[in-house]
């Protein structure tokens, strides 16, 4: 694909999802799912492969997967933060297995209940047995932008990370704006930081759209070279180690975003409005989405 091209990764299957009050059926996000990959996109995020008394909304994790059509336009992603959950990936032949690692002390004790060392070591364990299984694999570096506990967060210490995760064989670096704290020149400063050291992996961004800087934050991660972004339908999701920590930077408002610069993602910009309205039907509530309320221009 060119460089005119970015890949969209829509994790509302997942991480739209989990902090949602309201159960939603295994039937419903199978029906997301399928939705989403309709209308375009090829790399799904479906499930977190945790303890379902830590995120209650994924404790159907194997059933999702097992229930999802087999569609060769598609690839399924699933996230694993410890042996225990790459084990329960392994076992229903998802294509793609995203590891998390906190850039802070403080986060990857509240998200993993462990050192950074400890999250860091197991993941360059893991990485050549999912390998090895035939998945492609990253590893996203939470609070790379911004810690709830810790304040500002070296871009050194994200560096390291990145550098051993591609050393270790990771096919994707993903820079996580877990808690919505990044600026453009954040943005800038540190994807340049970590593509000097990550060699031929690919890098991803992840950012949330707590203070209204999501899609001038994508904006700028595609103006540093970043070609992959992850983002949610509707703008669902946030974290819930962040104080009125707000959704995921919504698909559609990038979409638009990146249309109107003259990328192509892919994907029918309407049939994601389409889709976060349904959604929000789902859920009871009107998303954030900005185009989900105007529309697409020109009309």
């Known amino acids: 694909m060119g460089t005119d091209f970015i890949e969209i990764v829509e994790v509302g299957a997942r991480d739209g999802l989990q902090n949602e009050d309201e159960l939603v059926t295994t039937d419903d996000k199978v029906d997301l799912v399928g939705r989403v990959v309709a209308a375009g996109v090829r790399r799904v995020e479906v499930a977190s492969f945790v303890h379902p008394k830590l995120v209650p909304q994924m404790a159907d994790a194997e059933a ?11 690839s399924y992603i699933g996230l694993v933060l410890n042996r225990r959950g790459l084990d329960r990936a ?46 492609r694999t990253s590893v996203t570096i939470s ?29 994707e670096i993903a820079l996580g704006d877990t808690i919505g704290v990044a600026a453009p020149g954040d943005v800038a400063e540190r994807v340049d930081a970590v593509h000097s050291v990550v060699g031929d992996a690919a890098l991803r961004c992840h950012f949330h759209d707590t203070r209204n ?27 819930p180690y962040a104080p009125n920590a707000t959704g995921n930077v919504p698909t559609e408002d990038v979409l638009y975003a ?3 610069m003259g990328y192509d993602t892919g994907i029918d910009l309407p049939a994601m409005i389409d889709i976060g309205h349904w959604l929000g039907s789902l859920l009871g509530k009107p998303l954030p989405s900005s185009l989900g309320r105007s529309g697409p221009w020109p009309l």
């Open 64 to 74: 999702v997967v097992g229930a999802l059509p087999i569609d060769s336009r598609a």
């Open 90 to 135: 392994l076992s229903t032949g998802i294509q793609e297995v995203n590891f998390v690692v906190g850039a802070s002390e403080g986060f990857n004790q509240a998200n993993q209940r462990a050192p950074v060392a400890e999250t860091m070591g197991g993941i360059e364990e893991m990485l050549p047995v999912a390998a090895a299984a035939g998945m």
């Open 143 to 171: 609070v790379a932008f911004g810690c709830p506990f810790e304040g500002e967060i070296p871009v050194a210490a994200v560096a390291e990370l990145a550098e051993r995760s591609a050393a270790t064989g990771a096919n």
């Open 213 to 239: 800087t999501g899609v001038a934050n994508v904006v700028a991660a595609t103006a540093a070279g970043v070609r992959i972004v992850d983002s949610s339908v509707g703008g669902t999701g946030g974290c």
């Open 258 to 260: 990146l249309h109107r």
